[in-house]
Structures are given as structure tokens and as C-alpha cells.
């Protein structure tokens, strides 16, 4: 597998080409943002532990059924996807809320939401990704109705697979944010999981073990990334 040049760079990720037209390499950087990357740092360690959790997800999630862009790990930093047109309408479950729906809709922190809570949103930064509803992404053409119904489906059958597994290792998936996209006519899973994209809390102590300890400054960022990377390889089998 050859790496090629530089196709995409995002926040958090270059994807480069390779020379198999068909497959990418998505390198993990250690840059961190939030608040529509008002805050930003860079903090060593954090692509290398990202790429490491990522990579078990979509390694456990394959195995469960669940299509994903996910090939393997070849690197601490890099692992080599399918190349897939991103859909760009982020799907956020919600198991308890935190975060901005607490802003935005005055709902009380931890309010459990049972079924779990499904969420549109408009993938542009320049926008600040709106929340958007299923009739805004038929009227923009993002997505078809099946398509929408398989992205939301396929997120409930995640959080199923990704909240039990994470109860075992004593961590509450409050919240996480995915990304969908086509390959070969169908929805697949794409872009990462890890502490970036969801909402890890300690059941015993309630501590925050993801991004949040970077925007709310509620502690050492690494260290939090390190225990969920240390939880999930000591697995219950």
C-alpha cells in the first residue's frame, strides 16, 4: 500500500490517497478545537491515542454487522478506510442530556432520554452546524428518505452495541455525533469514535473522560483519552 498525496485536511485528520483508487489513509493529528475552533491547542499524544480507540470501535462495530469505512490500523497515527462520499448531515444520540441541548432547550444535565434521543445536523462550520430536520435534508437534497432512515437506524443500532460494551468497562456513552457516507450505493459508517465525537462519563465518579475536559478545562485532556483507551483493552470477553 503506497501513500499518496494529500486530499482532505479537517480539524482533526488528513486523509491521504493511495494507490488503490478505492482506499485512503486517514492520518490522526494532535490538534484539538472547540466552540467552532475558537479554542485550540495542540496537545502530543492526542492523534496517536484517537487513532488507537477509533480503530477498536470500528473494529467491534464491523463485528457486530455494522458497515463501516474501517479497514485496519496500519500506524500509531494512520489507518486505511474505504474512500467514501461523506454525507454532510451529522447524526448525534443522545442517552442522557449534556452539552448543548442543555443550552438549547433548558432540559436538566443527566436527563435520561428513554428511547434514546436522534439528532440532525447541517455539516458547515461556516454555519456552525445547525440542528436540521429530516424535511430540511429532503428539501436540500443531502440525503433520500431511505438513506435518512438508514443513517438513523444505524445509530441506534450503534449506540446499542457501543452503550453496553461501554457499561461493562464502567463508563456511561452519554452522547457521540456520526458521520455517514456512500459506498458502492450503500450507507456505511464513516468518519471516527472516539472521545472527539462522544461523551464518555465515569459511572463511579461521574468524570468526564473526553473532549469536554478540553473546552470546560476540567482536566488534563491525555489523561482522560488514556483511561478510555486503557478501558476498552481490558475488555470483558
Not at 58 to 80: A, C, V, Y
Not at 190 to 195: F, L, R, T, V
Amino acid at each position: 500500500m503506497e501513500k499518496r498525496e494529500k486530499l482532505y485536511e479537517g480539524k482533526a485528520k488528513i486523509i491521504y490517497a493511495t494507490d488503490e483508487p478505492d482506499k485512503v489513509i486517514a492520518y490522526y493529528k494532535d490538534s484539538a478545537t472547540a466552540f467552532d475552533a475558537v479554542k485550540k491547542a495542540t496537545i502530543e499524544g492526542k492523534g496517536v491515542l484517537n487513532n488507537k480507540i477509533a480503530s477498536f470501535f470500528f473494529k467491534l462495530l464491523n463485528e457486530k454487522g455494522i458497515p463501516t469505512h474501517f479497514i485496519k490500523q496500519i500506524s500509531d497515527r494512520e489507518m486505511l478506510i474505504y474512500k467514501v462520499e461523506i454525507i454532510p448531515v451529522e447524526v448525534v444520540v443522545r442517552n442522557l442530556a449534556a452539552g448543548s441541548i442543555v443550552k438549547r432547550l433548558g432540559i436538566p444535565e443527566k436527563t435520561e432520554f428513554n428511547p434514546p434521543l436522534v439528532e440532525f445536523y447541517l455539516k458547515n462550520d461556516e454555519l456552525h452546524d445547525p440542528i436540521i430536520c429530516k424535511e430540511h435534508i429532503l428539501a436540500m437534497k443531502l440525503a433520500t428518505e431511505e438513506e435518512i432512515e438508514k443513517m438513523r437506524e444505524l445509530a441506534l443500532k450503534v449506540n446499542e452495541i457501543l452503550r453496553e460494551f461501554m457499561k461493562k468497562q464502567g463508563i456511561i456513552l452519554v452522547d457521540f455525533k456520526l458521520e455517514f457516507g456512500r459506498k458502492d450505493g450503500e450507507i456505511v459508517l464513516a468518519d471516527e469514535i472516539s472521545p472527539d465525537t462522544c461523551r464518555f462519563w465515569d459511572e463511579k465518579t461521574g468524570e468526564s473522560l473526553d473532549k469536554d475536559r478540553f473546552r470546560f478545562d476540567l482536566g488534563d485532556l491525555i489523561e482522560g483519552y488514556t483511561k478510555i483507551l486503557e478501558k476498552i483493552e481490558k475488555k470483558e470477553t
